[in-house]
Nanobody, 124 residues
Framework: VQLVESGGGLAQAGGSLRLSCTVS????????IGWFRQAPGKEREGVSAFSLRDAKTFYAESVKGRFTISVDYDKKTMYLEMKSLQPEDTARYYC??????????????????WGQGTEVTVSS
């Protein structure tokens, strides 16, 4: 599976950005696709995930109510709408896909296919 992110950039605190991830194919009945991020000097962390089995969504506590994940099956694209951005959201954001996953959707170790990432910088 090939994944390509886009949409990163610079935003001011309180602003918004939308990330996109084009996926070569995702017909995984038991899989998931998700967004992860890694700030300098920190471990990669799960931001949000979308279960392809039942369309359930998952969010890290730090982004609940501010970020929204969505999928356009026709366009084979996943989005992450980010609002009320904060400087601590600054990181490289990656999209990832996993053909079989049943729990811990925000655990990056479970995902096998990754994009190259896109930078998000939020200034205060």
């Amino acid at each position: 599976v090939q994944l390509v992110e886009s949409g990163g950039g610079l935003a001011q605190a309180g602003g918004s950005l939308r990330l996109s991830c084009t996926v070569s194919w995702f017909t995984f009945d038991d899989g998931a696709i998700g967004w992860f991020r890694q700030a300098p000097g920190k471990e990669r962390e799960g931001v949000s995930a979308f279960s392809l089995r039942d369309a359930k969504t998952f969010y890290a506590e730090s982004v609940k109510g501010r970020f929204t994940i969505s999928v356009d099956y026709d366009k084979k694209t996943m989005y992450l709408e980010m609002k009320s951005l904060q400087p601590e959201d600054t990181a490289r954001y990656y999209c990832a896909a996993e053909p079989k996953i049943y729990s811990d959707y925000l655990t990056f170790e479970w995902y096998t296919d990754w994009g190259q990432g896109t930078e998000v910088t939020v200034s205060s």
